[in-house]
């Protein structure tokens, strides 16, 4: 849960900085309107989405392993439980 949740401030963080500077940028560049504060959010979406592909990939990859763990632990048990019906 602690690798999610640090994946996902940073995520959000990401987000937050890029929107932040895009919107600076294009609100002196275009002045401001509803269209401009638009796709300057829709545009710092995307760029935070590829620049978190090299960003965060170590808390991501620290976020998987997690996961990948939990499930094989889950397995383990469904596997465990189904032998010992398996015997009675």
């Known amino acids: 849960m602690k690798h999610f ?16 500077v895009l919107s600076t940028l294009t609100v002196f560049i275009f002045g401001p309107s509803a269209v401009v504060w638009f796709l300057s959010v829709l545009a710092a979406a995307i760029i935070s989405s590829f620049l978190s592909l090299k960003l965060l990939a170590e808390p991501r990859e620290r976020f998987a392993e ?23």
Request: avoid cysteine.
């Open 66 to 88: 997690t996961v990948e763990a939990r499930a094989e632990r889950a397995k383990a048990k469904f596997e465990e439980i189904r032998s010992r019906e398996d015997v009675d």
């Open 5 to 20: 949740v640090i994946y996902t401030v940073l995520r959000f963080g990401l987000f937050l900085a890029t929107a932040a």
